[in-house]
């Protein structure tokens, strides 16, 4: 059983940054597909980024610019830089992986493994 193990949250201002981490109990130069996810209050959870063994990058249209997702296959963790924050980005944020190919990046039943999440909140 894959394990996932999210940390970085917190409550920050509008404008502000944090970075999430996302650390695997397994191999992560040997995952395909990996991703974060989000559920804000009171809706469903969606897609923020995912990224892919061979680099390609994905994001959802109100983070392009200010979100960055990144993984490091030597530490097994899968990062989410988040830079100017809005209140908007206020959610429980998860990271998920699949072993292999995923046909749609922002499909959460398309992911196979999953952290717990990490709260993020941001105040105007």
């Known amino acids: 059983q894959v394990q996932l193990v999210e940390s970085g949250g917190g409550s920050v201002q509008a404008g502000g940054s944090l970075r999430l981490s996302c650390v695997v109990s397994?191999?992560?130069?040997?995952?395909?597909?990996m991703g974060w996810f989000r559920r804000p209050p009171g809706k469903e959870r969606e897609g923020v980024a995912g990224?892919?063994?061979?680099?390609?990058?994905n994001y959802r249209d109100s983070v392009k610019g200010r979100f960055t997702i990144s993984r490091d296959n030597a530490k097994n963790t899968l990062y989410l830089q988040m830079d100017n924050l809005i209140p908007e980005d206020t959610a429980m944020y998860y990271c998920?992986?699949?072993?292999?190919?995923?046909?749609?990046?922002?499909?959460?039943?398309?992911?196979?493994?999953w952290g717990q999440g990490t709260q993020v909140t941001v105040s105007s």
């Open positions: 397994a191999y992560t130069s040997s995952i395909y597909s």
């Open positions: 998920a992986l699949r072993w292999w190919y995923v046909s749609t990046w922002s499909m959460s039943s398309e992911y196979t493994y």
């Open positions: 990224i892919d063994s061979v680099g390609r990058l």
